[in-house]
């Protein structure tokens, strides 16, 4: 069986691509819902349709393992999700999300002023801030929603995020956070101009596609019978809900290959 991942749209093949370069014997299913991205904006109800629709089709696709790299996706519905439709119709399955691996990313640097950029969808469901409660109280969170992030990225329009990037990275500067959090898979894709927003403030930066394939490395050790459940032939399928030339070339850019992406109706 395989290792599922699941985005709104092709952020998450840079997590992908991260567990495959330390765990390169599994084989990869990617599910990208370039249909309906972005999440951010969407109804709670809209995004749990639209997830278990995706999940289903990597379960069909022979998963045994979906990572929610989605994290409006993780914020809003996942909980639900496992603990109903999971449970009731695929028990022996499992989606699991970034939300928490990253908040204990975050708490083993020490820092207690957390910046956290992120969909409006994830800030508004206020997840990051109840899990951080529980893992550290003693940590203070700032978020920052960024409505327009993931449609310049999906779109190509790299070349208007620097402005609107500043806009929203300055009230965390303002209030001096040491680590940011990258609460949105398509996020490490800007890691550069983030960078440079953010030069001389001597914050760190919290990725996820750092994070999830050490995570995910650590949770197969821990859980040997979903691990040998796993097939190892080293394969990769690349599944799209929508298929542009823009959406070709991000994929691309990431993996620095051309892949073969195919367009799917979930």
């Known amino acids: ?9 092709l952020g998450g093949l840079m ?24 999440y951010g904006g969407r109804s709670k109800e809209a995004i749990y349709a639209f997830s278990i629709a995706a999940v289903e089709e990597l379960f069909k696709r022979d998963c045994q393992i979906v990572i929610m ?25 499992r989606v ?38 529980k893992i550290d109280p ?6 920052q929603p960024c409505p327009l992030l993931v449609p310049l990225i999906e779109y190509g329009r790299r070349e208007w995020v620097g402005p609107i990037l500043g806009d929203y990275l300055q009230p965390l500067i303002t209030a001096n ?10 996020y490490p894709l800007l890691k550069g101009e983030i960078l440079a927003q953010l030069y001389g403030t001597g914050t760190e930066l919290i990725s996820q596609d750092e994070i999830i394939p050490h995570k995910l490395k650590d949770y197969l050790e821990r859980h040997s019978d979903m691990a040998e459940k796993l097939s190892k032939k080293s394969s990769q ?8 030339p823009t959406y070709s070339a991000t994929a691309e850019r990431i993996f620095g290959t051309p892949l ?7």
């Not at 997590?15 to 972005?38: A, E, F, N, Q, R």
Request: charged share 20%.
């Open 177 to 186: 956070v040491e680590s940011l959090i990258l609460g949105c898979t398509h």
């Open 237 to 244: 399928q690349f599944l799209v809900t929508d298929l542009t």
């Open 138 to 143: 003693d940590m203070v969170i700032t978020s």
């Open 69 to 93: 790299a989605c994290n409006t996706a993780s914020a809003v519905i996942l909980r639900k999700l496992q603990q109903e439709w999971l449970k009731e119709n695929y028990p022996d399955r």
């Open 15 to 38: 997590i992908m691509k991260s567990c495959m370069d330390i765990m390169p014997d599994y084989d990869y299913v990617y599910l990208g819902d370039t249909l309906h991205v972005p």
């Open 1 to 9: 069986m395989k290792i599922g991942f699941f985005d709104s749209g």
């Open 96 to 133: 699991l999300g970034v939300v928490v691996p990253t908040l204990e990313a975050a708490s083993e640097k020490g820092h207690k002023k957390i910046g956290l950029i992120a969909t409006a969808g994830t800030v508004e469901s206020d997840v990051y801030r109840a899990e951080l409660n």
């Open 260 to 266: 073969h992406l195919e367009k799917v109706t979930v």
